[in-house]
């Protein structure tokens, strides 16, 4: 499938749809905006042969998630799903163009919405410790820098310790971070959930490594520090665990770029940082 390829005709009608235009293109799924019968436009993402797989809990946390921060799905089959056109601007570009910890403000709001009330039932979603397999299986290549060995070797070490000692479990967004939420007249929404369970500190731990764009304020000890005040306080989770989480996120993301057998990473100097900062959360 190409960036050129239009949905089929198939596949418009099934969702009744019309006037497709190509929006993006991933590394999975092709992703045009059209309209739908009440007129209205929507975003259809279009997946190749292989289907959404896992994706589809993503879906299914968004759908059940409350409506004021989570874009709506209004339709889904193995191969496709239409959801909510969020007119924008994200997050990321808040923060790009300069409000960073306003963003991070939003951010708060959005996570703290989708976490409203009532747990999800957890049946069916994968679980946060299957997330993590990337990181434990991990090879490091003979030439790896010693900073990053040991970095890797400490964040290994903390990721194991976290998720044997998880608490408040739930449905979690799972990839939250400020390019996955986008305003719409209703304020900021949430998009593009993985869908996982695990501790709900991890909602979190992403977004400490965004917005892309924004690397040398990202890996600033100060932020870091900042926004686990922040962000610890209004979600109501332990201030120590999110640089943890986030330290572990980081190391699984070095992880999955390495694809198995790590030599190097721009992202080192950022994992430090916020290794060195669960260490002294509280200065």
């Keep these: 499938m190409t960036g050129l390829e239009m949905p089929s005709a198939d596949l418009l009608a099934h969702f009744a749809l019309s006037e497709p235009a190509s929006l993006a293109q991933t590394a999975i ?5 059209v309209t739908r019968a009440d007129g209205h436009r929507a975003v259809l993402k279009v997946y190749g042969q292989r289907g959404m797989g896992s994706k589809a809990q993503g879906f299914r946390f968004l759908a059940a998630a409350p409506p004021d921060h989570a874009a709506q799905v209004y339709a889904t089959r193995p191969d496709a799903a239409l959801i909510e056109w969020l ?9 790009r163009a300069g409000h960073d910890m306003p963003a991070a403000q939003e951010l708060l709001g959005v996570a703290s919405g989708l976490h409203r009330g009532a747990a999800q039932p957890t049946e069916g979603y994968p679980l946060l410790m299957e997330r993590f397999a990337a990181l434990f299986d991990l090879r490091l290549a003979d030439d790896c820098e010693p900073q990053l060995r040991a970095a890797m070797a400490k964040a290994r070490s903390m990721a194991q310790e976290l998720l044997s000692s998880q608490v408040d479990q739930r449905p979690l967004h799972g990839d939250l971070h400020h390019d996955n939420i986008r305003k719409a007249a209703r304020g900021y929404c949430a998009f593009d959930a993985k869908g996982l369970v695990g501790e709900r500190s991890y909602e979190l731990a992403n977004a400490f490594r965004h917005p892309k764009g924004c ?3 990202i890996c600033d000890p100060g932020r870091i520090l900042a926004l686990a005040a922040l962000w610890s306080a209004g979600f109501g989770v332990d201030r120590l665990r999110l640089p943890q989480w986030a330290a572990a996120k980081c190391a699984l993301s070095i992880a999955w770029r390495s694809k198995g057998r790590l030599s190097h990473d721009p992202e080192l100097p950022l ?7 669960a260490e002294n959360v509280d200065e």
Excluded: V
Aim: a negative charge.
């Design 87 to 95: 007119e924008g601007p994200s997050l990321g570009d808040t923060a």
């Design 29 to 33: 799924a092709n992703l045009w905006t």
């Design 271 to 277: 994992l430090a940082n916020l290794l060195s900062c």
């Design 215 to 217: 690397e040398e304020r």
